[in-house]
């Protein structure tokens, strides 16, 4: 990984800072939980409105249209056109 810095000591890199949020997503068929990464000062919406494909979650859980847990992983990316609903698990209230 290649760093450079400013004249002022300010570095860049070409990784992105990115904070875990917990999630609950549910999609045209599935219904998932777990972590998506969202820039720092950014909206679940700014991370959906990119034109990237694919949104990446880890630490999910997939679960069935019955509701059963279908499987774990630690990592998938769900296509964006397939999301009916997204929101973070400090949003719900139960």
């Known amino acids: 990984m290649a760093f450079e810095y400013n ?13 875990a949020v917990q ?3 549910q999609t045209t068929t599935h219904y998932l939980e777990g972590d998506i990464h969202v820039r720092p000062g ?13 949104l990446a979650v880890t ?4 679960f069935r249209p019955s509701g059963e847990p279908a499987f774990k992983t630690k990592f998938i ?9 997204i929101t973070t ?6």
């Open 7 to 19: 004249d002022k000591g300010k570095f860049f890199t070409d990784v992105v800072s990115k904070e």
């Open 23 to 25: 999630a609950r997503i």
């Open 42 to 54: 950014c909206r679940i919406k700014d991370e959906l409105d990119m034109q990237e494909a694919f």
């Open 59 to 62: 630490n999910a859980q997939v």
């Open 77 to 85: 990316a769900v296509r964006r056109d397939q999301i009916v609903w």
């Open 89 to 94: 698990n400090k949003d719900v209230e139960e």
